[in-house]
């Protein structure tokens, strides 16, 4: 069994699609030890037979459209945010304080790029905001520490920081344990709802299989944003929700935004949460990238959330997972690398190392939005609202599976790869002139490009279009 078929059939789909997926090979696509260009292929074309498949029975297409999947718009896409530009200017990256570093024992990893998280990690190494020079007294505050204690008091402080761990001591970890006992893709029927009836869309280019469909996105920084943004491409209104108390980086929004619309609500004040409750109540699909469980005290978990919109699909994703010592912890891409293995793998005795790209938030992003559009066929013809549940650690375990491939074994059997440039596009938008990766979703009649560029973050009204 392929990966292709492998992931397919974890999203419950017919087992003779794949066959109508072909794949553009290219050397030199995020290169790693691990197979990350095989996988980052298998993500990306799950995704697009997903929507070929959903935009067929909408279409009333006879067969369902092939699917081609190029290692070149792939390796592009999985990357956007160091392609990005706006007005020339490339994107700010990792924060100065968003880096590894020596410990007494070995290695941590912090992640401090939202201001609150810097606050928080400085604040639990006793080092002070005002500091002259704070990587240098973090550097030093870290220097005498064990790692694993460094982690728990980081994360006791409400900050991120992970300790390295090789592959082996991961599997040993209770919640590695706990994210391995789990499917790729959880799916799971809330209610008793009828069968979907989604409203038939015209066959002629662009093929928009999400057409019609209102998506709230509550996510966060690049995987659930991700998976927004390719269900925008698809057709979907999108509508990303955000505190407008929790900051958020302008060039991570202008990659991930695009095709979307930006609101602001406090779902503490009486006014923004009727408005939410309105929003709601004509969704099809929600989105959340929070830890499992931080938005049920404003009654917002799956079962709340089924139980006042019947037949809604609600699809999570987090960094460890739903379940285990872990589920509540914050997390991101950097860490999660860390945390499983997959840094210790990539580097070096002397140094950690990491993936070429954020391929655990991309990969699953694609995912969630395969998950998501699977999920929307089989509601057609099954109803049932649903949840649907996934997570970059059990991405890590699918990947790490992979430590004794050959991540080359076909090299130089590829295509040519002469860079980017043949997968990127330039528009004028809200926030100025972009240059920006394009989608690597791509199937027979379906849209080259988003409706829609990113406008300002939290600038759109609460509505759906």
């Not at 999203?11 to 197979?35: C, F, I, K």
């Not at 945010?81 to 020339?88: I, Q």
Request: net charge neutral.
């Amino acid at each position: 069994m392929t990966d292709m078929d492998w992931v397919w059939a974890a999203l419950g789909g017919d087992p003779a699609l794949p066959q109508r997926v072909s794949t553009v090979e290219r050397d030199g696509v995020l290169r790693a030890r691990l197979p990350v260009r095989e996988r980052a292929r298998t993500c990306v074309g799950v995704c697009a037979l997903a929507a070929a498949e959903l935009g067929a029975r909408r279409a009333g297409l006879a067969e369902v459209p092939r699917v081609r999947v190029d290692d070149g718009a792939v390796g592009t896409a999985f990357v956007s945010e160091r392609h990005l530009r706006v007005e020339g200017r490339a994107p700010v990256s990792f924060a100065p304080l968003s880096r590894f570093w020596r410990t007494a024992d070995g290695w941590v990893r912090t992640h401090a790029n939202y201001p609150h998280h810097r606050q928080r990690l400085l604040s639990a190494l006793g080092v002070p905001e005002t500091s002259p020079d704070p990587v240098a007294d973090v550097g030093a505050a870290l220097a005498g520490r064990a790692s694993l204690e460094v982690e728990e008091t980081v994360y006791a402080a409400g900050g991120l920081a992970v300790a390295l761990r090789t592959a082996a001591q991961w599997a040993a970890h209770e919640q590695a344990r706990a994210v391995a006992a789990r499917p790729l893709v959880e799916h799971e029927r809330l209610d008793t709802a009828p069968a979907r009836v989604l409203a038939a869309v015209g066959e002629a280019p662009p093929l928009l299989p999400a057409a019609g469909l209102r998506v709230l996105d509550l996510t966060r920084v690049i995987a659930g944003p991700v998976a927004g943004r390719t269900l925008a491409l698809l057709g979907a209104d999108v509508l990303r929700v955000d505190p407008p108390g929790l900051p958020e980086l302008p060039d991570q929004h202008a990659d991930t935004g695009t095709g979307k619309r930006s609101t602001l609500l406090d779902l503490g004040r009486a006014a923004d949460r009727r408005a939410f409750e309105e929003l709601l109540a004509a969704a099809d699909v929600v989105l959340t990238g929070y830890r499992p469980g931080a938005l049920d005290r404003f009654g917002l978990s799956p079962d709340e959330l089924v139980a006042r919109r019947p037949g809604l699909l609600v699809a999570q994703i987090s960094a460890w997972g739903a379940y285990g010592p872990w589920a509540g912890r914050r997390g991101f891409d950097s860490l999660v690398q860390v945390a499983t293995g997959i840094a210790a793998i990539e580097g070096a005795r002397e140094r950690p190392g990491a993936l070429p790209a954020q391929a655990l938030d991309h990969g699953t992003g694609y995912l969630l939005a395969a998950a998501v559009l699977r999920a929307l066929t089989e509601q057609a013809e099954q109803g049932y609202g649903r949840v649907l549940r996934l997570s970059l650690a059990r991405t890590a375990a699918w990947l790490t599976d992979g430590i004794g491939h050959a991540a080359d074994e076909h090299a130089g059997k590829g295509e040519a790869y002469d860079g980017p440039e043949a997968w990127l596009a330039e528009r004028d938008s809200p926030l100025g002139r972009l240059r920006y990766a394009l989608s690597p979703v791509s199937f027979e009649g379906g849209p080259g490009d988003w409706a829609r560029p990113p406008g300002p973050w939290g600038a759109d009204a609460p509505r759906w279009t």
